[in-house]
């Protein structure tokens, strides 16, 4: 065969843009690779340490509440039922990629859980444990529940997909009154059990969410709030969970919630 043959074949671009294509094609495969599967070898661990970290401080021996903690200090514990009995993480503070890497994290400045105003978390969807992966499969009324270093606070789903007129029946089926009402009208009447919305929208996480305040007043009512990037695998919009405190047990010896036993 001729040389010149031999180097055009070579120096096909077809060929060419064919290996490049193949190239391209593996070092997306590893990085996906990375995201999904070694981030989340890398969050167990960080998650392990963390609620190492919450049990020696809630320990008997010494028991020390949170207050002031330190960014991406555990600060609480996260339970929801309906994902099955297994789903616990600790809640760090913080929502850096760093706080985040280690499990779910609370927005500095929001209120702290059981309080009035907001508790609000962020956590990833895909990879790096990806906590907040099931979002969109929570319903109206299923229970959240988080664990502090004293009490026990169950929250649970707002309406999701109701007509606003049937919204406080739905909420008076999981809720005590007046929560059901208020939680359902006046300030709060636009408040979703979820929603998608873009990221700039920060006012998911006030004290009253869609309101432009970010201090909590007395009448807020003590809500919580999970966000999280949509669709699965983009960040170009969020998926916002809203929940009301329906219960604040204090802590006693033990005493589980039956939300977390199976009960109710």
Not at 7 to 35: K, M, Q
Not at 169 to 179: F, H, I, S
Not at 203 to 223: F, H
Request: glycine share 10%; aromatic share 6%.
């Amino acid at each position: 065969m001729p040389a010149h043959s031999a180097a055009a074949r070579r120096l096909d671009p077809l060929s060419v843009l064919g290996e490049l294509l193949i190239t391209l094609g593996v070092i997306v495969g590893l990085f996906a690779v990375y995201e999904v599967w070694w981030t989340n070898v890398e969050a167990k661990q960080e998650q392990q340490a963390a609620e190492d970290r919450l049990r020696q401080q809630w320990s008997d021996e010494n028991p020390r509440p949170l207050t002031g903690p330190q960014d991406g200090s555990a600060i609480a514990r996260l339970y929801i039922p309906s994902f099955g009995s297994d789903f616990s993480f600790a809640v760090v503070e913080g929502v850096t990629q760093a706080d985040l890497a280690r499990g779910p994290g609370h927005y500095p400045d929001t209120a702290q859980a059981g309080e009035p105003g907001n508790f609000a978390l962020a956590g990833h969807r895909v990879g790096r444990g990806a906590p907040f992966n099931d979002l969109g499969l929570l319903h109206s009324c299923d229970a959240i529940v988080v664990e502090t270093a004293g009490s026990w606070n169950v929250y649970r789903v707002l309406p999701i997909d109701t007509p606003a007129r049937q919204a406080g029946q739905v909420a008076a089926g999981c809720l005590p009154q007046p929560a059901a009402g208020a939680a359902t009208s006046g300030a709060y009447a636009d408040v979703n059990g979820r929603s998608i919305t873009n990221p700039q929208d920060v006012e998911v996480v006030n004290p009253v969410p869609g309101q432009p305040r970010s201090a909590a007043q007395p009448g807020d009512l003590p809500l919580l709030t999970l966000t999280t990037c949509h669709p699965q695998f983009s960040n170009k919009e969020r998926m916002i969970v809203h929940a009301v405190l329906a219960r604040h047990d204090l802590k006693s010896p033990g005493y589980i919630p039956p939300e977390l036993t199976g009960g109710a």
